[in-house]
Each structure stands twice: as C-alpha cells, then as structure tokens.
C-alpha cells in the first residue's frame, strides 16, 4: 500500500521535468529565429535591413537582376553627415549621397532601404553581406580597395581642419602642437597613423561626438574632409575652416562587395547614364549649395560620368 503513493510522487516529479524542458528547448528555439542585430548582438536594429533573419539572405553579392526580383536594395550611408546622408526622421534620410542613391533604386524599379553605419564600419558591412552598397562619402583608398569594389567617383575631396574662430588653426605647422580630434576608421585616421604617427589625435565612433568635443574644448581642431569641414563651419559661425585643402586629393565613390563584377559594372554604365544629363551638378544644386553657398564651386567638388579629368 505504501508503493502507490509514491509511484504518483515519482510520475508527477518526472512530468514537471519533461514540461520544463520543453518549454526551455522552445525558448531556446525562439531565441534562436529571431532577428540578428546588426551590432552583432540579437533583437530587433534600426540598422538591420528588413523584419526578420531571414532580409539577412537577400543581401550580399546580389546582381542587378536578383535585386529587381526581390524589390529591394540595401543601401549603408551615414546617419549624421549632413549635408551627404542624415537621418531626418522615422526612416526619411536626406543629403548628396541620398539623392544618388535614390536614382540608383528608381532606375532599378526598386524600392531603397537605407541602413545607418559608422565610418569604421562601411568595410564591413560589405564583407559580411549586410548591404549591396555603400553610399557613405566612401573614399577610395588602395587599402579599402582590397577589400571592396569601387565604382567610378562621383565625387573628390581633400582635407580640411576645422577650429574656433577665436583661435583659429591656419596653417598646418599649427597641427603639430595641436589636440585634434578625427572620426575613427576615415580617411583622415588612416593618413594620420601613415604620415604624422607623434601627433596628438583622439578618435571617436561619431561625427556628432567629433563635434561636440570640438565645442567643449576637448579638441582643439578637427580634420575631416574639406567637403564636411565647409559644410559645418557654413552652420556654426563661432568655427571657422582655417585650412580649407591639404593631405592628397582623393576621390569618392560607390562600393560593392568584393567580386560582384554585374553590380559594379552596372553602376559604372549608371554613371556615364547619369554624366550626360548632368545629375551631380543638379544634386549639387538641391542638396549643397544651400549649405555652401558661393565658397565652394560645383566643380570643385563634382565628378560626372565617373571621370576623373
């Protein structure tokens, strides 16, 4: 009589462990559909190109044709660079490399998904195959170009520095002794660490946090392309572009995935499409002079057709 009971105890006790592992293993398998961030940790991103894992399979090294059939292209750019790409609400981006990266989905037939991505990061996004394309004032660079694939420029810079009007940094024998602040994974921080190693650089992940210690006066200068150094200083009237051009010209261009020859191609027949009706100067018009004013001269600044002359 007394083996009963406890056969019960031992068939409830032994139910309770089956009910808890499965609810585990279906947690577990949860956890395990969800969508990945694209900071690398789990969950839903602003940054992350569709509403679930399975947007992650559409991008990579898609053709032009295999990104016609799904509807979409995925597109990185930067989310607080104006007047070159800003995010200005919700999901509305607006700036140069916008408006390009806009003709490129209409003549497509597609719609354009715009992720958000650090300067550091632009690489990445490609290698991982999280974008088809970074349109992020991408410089070419032969480093970056082992990497990725650029497309012909649509666009050429050099250096700037940007200071306080107050104490302005006019030349660049100033920057030896000079607390100077970059963005992290730009041209600026790679030509730095190349060619002056001793001088006095913070970096940071942000243009925004760039500026903000610009303002509080933990930098005492900042160095970016002269493109964005203009366009900062044009706003902020207690900062001035002491040293409007140095460092070597560089050109700016779209950039693919490694090998992805039918989308590069594509975007370089785009280009000369674009060239014959003079897309960047009308660009130029809507997106920088507004900001720039007569300073700067379209054609110091625009290439058309992806020619470099």
Known sequence: MTILPSTKKS????FSALLIALISFSLLALNACSSPNLDGGSGSSSATPG????????V???????????GTIYLATFADKSPFGSLISGDKYEGYDIEYGNRIAKDLGVAVKWVPADAAARVEYLTSGKVDAVLANFTITPERAEKVDFANPYMKVSFGAVSAKDKAITNEAALDHAKIVIVKGTTQDAWISANKPNWNVTKYEQYTEVTNALADGRGDVWITDNTEALAYTAKNPKFVTGIQSFGEPSYIAAAVQKGNTKLLNWLNEELVALGKEQFFH???EKTLRPVYGDVVKPDDLVVEGGKTK
């Open 282 to 284: 009308s660009n130029f």
């Open 51 to 58: 509403a679930s894992g399975d947007a992650l399979a559409k």
């Open 11 to 14: 068939s409830r006790k032994g």
């Open 60 to 70: 990579g090294s898609r053709t032009p044709e295999e990104i016609k059939r799904d």
